[in-house]
């Protein structure tokens, strides 16, 4: 009998639940929902027997993590490829066209959250994964779980993934803000950091209290379930109970499509929660299969950005920032003024020039917007709204941190601290090495880095790695507790494992970033091999350029950055690359394609294959594409390759290679 009353309440709340947040349309008193909520808490703790980790109760939050999980993808999280305009748009729709004959696309509004991932099997929720870096994400569940419109049972009971968007309404955002102003608290910039926020915290009672929400956008296995495109996916989630934002529209042809996009952009103000743009993707799911992925992004979708907005506020001071490498970067500082949803106070200003081109003067009016609504930019003064209070600005010649000289190369637009033990050069170089790109030692950012810096237990990279010797004066700092120093500590130690290229993006050399650093690594399979290399040398590698390569060849030569590597070399950090070396072969300088299954592999493995024989490998066939590796249900890509009259290697023929 207890049994079935707890059943029978689950399955109303989760119909009460879907009634209000989802269809809008609640069928039962605030009241009555509250009473079945209460009986079936009381059921529950009565009869622990009975507990489901899925049931509504377990919406409320109430649990408490130490840290978030990190999980594989099965597939990547990519982003969206921008454009800002009519002809942007026009031209994306050309190429679809043009490559599938297909011209019916769904629009969609692009949320302003965060991309998440819902896991199901047996028709139950298993997890949810935030997008992290595309590869890798957090498992945020019981965050996740407390968003009341989100199904936690479902009627499909094979293994499922939808993606969507989990966001903080503007009703919820402005209460918890003005929650903040009450309790002195430092307010949210934005919703969407609001809704991330939300979502990060290791008190699930906290999410709960947020209110957050969530759209589904996205049926990763649509194709496979007998669906033939993104319309039939998003009527087959709402089908399941999952919330889909009602306004998606399928239009046929350019002029549809931009008619839409002007319609759906009018609605910007009024929706109660935020949007910064429209999504268009090709409705039919054989064509996106066709069109396939870039490296970042789906080539069968596109994101229109509104235009950015442009406001008008007074430029009350200009002031320089010194980076790692010495560069000198101008910034405004503005009157507060708010753009896109966010309070914005400075803006970059680049260099010299771009100040003087645009005649920009201190205490000017001058015309700000974000660029991309990510960075705030200056576009213009407004000379005519002078009043004679406004100085023109001199540009420094000594750094304010140093007062060593700042030095202009002809052949640059930007000036450049040289004095390489400036305070400012070292916190920004110490930041830059335990980055996540760079050495991904978590719990070493910016702020931690000046505190320490600013204690005297940094001044070097080299002392990153004694930091474990002072533990103890560690603990002796504000804002710094026994756990957070011994995970600080931990982390610095994982470091010593990191592959060369990992090191050697965090050492900091000019012009070698992520990509170059792999390229190297994959080339020398120790940093030693580095120490005494010619320009020439280098220079013949692809992707490193005759100024990289005098960049590379000037840091090994300095005396100090040798003594560095003794210092990081006596503190055991690995100098080997764990890449496998790039080899020459027949296949060297091609463009591959694998696609269908290849017995005995994963798609990755057959790639990563081709790459240490020295190919390049994309997902998508063109006329640029050398080569198509193909296996058992290859099927569009070896079709186009068999049109284009691209060579093909079947499965076979590529594992009697191997």
């Not at 139950?124 to 407390?146: C, H, M, P, W």
């Not at 008008?312 to 200009?318: C, F, G, H, S």
Request: charged share 25%; net charge negative.
């Amino acid at each position: 009998m207890s049994l079935n009353r707890i059943e029978e309440l689950r399955k109303l709340i989760r119909q009460y639940n879907h009634e209000y947040h989802v269809l809008d349309h609640p069928s039962v008193s605030d009241q009555e929902y509250d009473r079945c909520m209460q009986e079936l808490i009381q059921l529950e703790h009565d009869y622990p027997e009975f507990f489901d980790a899925n049931s509504p109760t377990q919406q409320v939050g109430g649990a408490v993590l130490d840290k978030f999980t990190k999980v594989k993808h099965d597939q990547m999280m990519l982003s969206l490829g921008n454009v800002y305009n009519k002809e942007e748009v026009d031209a994306f729709i050309d190429r679809v066209v043009k490559e599938t004959g297909l011209d019916e696309f769904s629009l969609e509004l692009k949320i302003d959250g965060l991309a998440m991932s819902l896991r199901y099997d047996q028709g139950q929720f298993l997890r949810a994964i935030t997008r992290g870096d595309g590869e890798v994400g957090e498992d945020v569940s019981l965050n996740v779980k407390t968003i009341k419109s989100i199904p936690l049972r479902i009627q499909y009971n094979l293994p499922l993934e939808v993606r969507g968007e989990v966001y903080l309404p503007k009703a919820q955002f402005d209460r918890i803000n003005r929650e903040k102003r009450l309790n002195n608290e430092e307010e949210f910039a934005n919703p969407r950091n609001a809704a991330a926020g939300s979502i990060r915290q290791l008190d699930s009672n906290i999410a709960a209290s947020r209110n957050l929400d969530a759209f589904w956008y996205y049926l990763i296995q649509g194709d496979k379930m007998g669906l033939s495109s993104h319309t039939e996916a998003l009527n087959w989630m709402k089908s399941q109970g999952f919330k889909v934002n009602p306004y998606t529209k399928r239009c046929v042809g350019k002029e549809e499509v931009w008619n839409a996009i002007e319609e759906m952009s009018q609605l910007r103000q009024s929706l109660p929660y935020e949007i910064d743009g429209i999504v268009l993707k090709l409705n039919n799911f054989e064509g996106q299969n066709r069109l396939g992925f870039t490296a970042k992004t789906p080539r069968w979708a596109v994101a229109y950005k509104f235009p950015a907005e442009e406001v008008v506020t007074t430029l009350q001071d200009i002031f320089i920032t010194i980076g790692r490498t010495g560069k000198v970067t101008p910034n405004a500082q503005l009157a507060p003024v708010r753009i896109a949803g966010t309070s914005v106070s400075f803006a970059q200003l680049h260099n010299e020039d771009f100040i003087n081109s645009k005649d920009i003067r201190i205490n000017d009016s001058v015309v700000v917007r974000k660029a991309g609504e990510i960075i705030p930019e200056v576009v213009r003064s407004l000379p005519e709204r002078r009043d004679g209070s406004q100085s023109i600005y001199v540009f420094p010649t000594h750094c304010p941190h140093c007062d060593g000289p700042l030095v202009r190369d002809e052949n640059e637009a930007a000036h450049y601290c040289i004095n390489t033990n400036c305070e400012a050069r070292v916190v920004e170089s110490l930041a830059h090495f335990a980055s996540r790109d760079a050495m991904n030692i978590e719990g070493l950012g910016t702020k931690t880095v000046e505190t320490l810096h600013q204690a005297h237990l940094l001044h070097s990279i080299a002392d990153i790695y004694t930091l474990n010797t002072k533990r103890n004066e560690l603990l002796n700092l504000p804002g710094f507790k026994e756990k957070s120093v011994d995970n600080l500590l931990q982390a610095i130690e994982n470091s010593k494992n990191n592959s060369l290229e990992k090191l050697l993006t965090g050492l900091g050399i000019r012009q070698v970033g992520e990509k170059a650093a792999r390229t190297l690594a994959s080339q020398y399979d120790h940093l030693d091999l580095l120490l005494n290399v010619s320009v020439e040398e280098l220079s013949r590698i692809k992707d490193i350029g005759l100024i990289t390569a005098n960049f590379i060849v000037s840091y090994f030569h300095e005396e100090h950055n040798l003594k560095l590597i003794d210092e990081l070399r006596n503190a055991n950090v690995n100098f080997n690359s764990y890449l496998p070396k790039v080899e020459v072969s027949q296949y060297s300088g091609m463009i591959v394609v694998v696609t269908g299954s290849i017995p005995g592999f994963t798609r990755e493995q057959v790639e990563e294959w081709f790459r240490i024989k020295g190919a390049s490998v994309t997902s998508s066939v063109s006329k640029k594409t050398n080569l198509v590796v193909y296996g058992d249900a290859a099927g569009s890509k070896l079709s186009k390759a068999n049109e284009l009259n691209i060579r093909t290697l079947s499965a076979e023929e590529w594992l009697k290679e191997v």
